[in-house]
């Protein structure tokens, strides 16, 4: 309403102040995405910012979407301390929280307790495993039986889940850290107020073209 108001003798400009205004906004949202993330969790910048993407707003389309993509993040790209004697290994995701040992209670068969474990495998590989428990291995079988049977037309059970069988920890995924109640809302408010202010510079702009 306010930019129709100051351009009533100027429709055809319009959607250009427009679509100068909504791009701007996105820029600064995008940027001020990054710096929330960057604040709150311990993730490395260039992994997030390449997840982060803008498509502008066009004359015909007036509409910009920033938008990240991206699967949960290994939990070793973040803070780790490696496990040591009976203690557990250790992960910081959030920069407010310290390390945190990574034991899942009573996780075992046999109810002793799993904890996590730092360890390069021989493929090269590095990350914070856990052994499965109980319900992880039936899961886990359940897949491979269903990927022989996809495979070959019946369970013929070539693959089994050994007793030590691990998995590796993750933490969040891009997204969900961009989405979160600690980023989200901070980005939007930079959206509300980047609205206003760009709108104005690209009217003044027009202003002084003409």
């Known amino acids: 309403d306010r930019l129709y108001t100051r351009m009533k003798d100027m429709p055809k400009k319009i959607p250009e102040v427009l679509k100068g205004t909504i791009n701007d906004t996105a820029k600064s949202a995008k940027k001020r995405m990054l710096q929330e993330v960057q604040k709150k969790y311990l993730v490395k910048s260039g992994g997030f910012n390449r997840t982060v993407k803008i498509e502008k707003a066009t004359l015909r389309n007036l509409q910009a979407v920033v938008y990240s993509e991206g699967k949960p993040i290994p939990l070793y790209k973040f803070k780790i301390k490696k496990n040591r004697g009976a203690a557990a290994a250790q992960a910081q995701v959030l920069t407010s929280n310290g390390l945190k040992e990574l034991t899942l209670k009573g996780g075992d068969v046999n109810g002793k307790d799993l904890k996590a474990f730092v360890q ?9 495993f856990q052994r499965l428990t109980g319900e992880g291995r039936k899961r ?71």
């Open 120 to 128: 390069k495998m021989k493929n090269g590989h590095y990350g914070v």
């Open 140 to 210: 886990q079988q359940k897949y491979f039986d269903e990927r022989d049977y996809r495979k070959s037309g019946y369970k013929d059970g070539n693959r089994k889940v050994r007793r030590n069988a691990i998995k590796q920890l993750y933490s969040l995924s891009a997204p969900q850290m961009a989405e979160s109640k600690r980023v989200f809302p901070i980005v939007r408010d930079v959206i509300i107020e980047e609205l206003r202010t760009s709108m104005e510079k690209h009217i003044a702009s027009v202003m002084e073209g003409l």
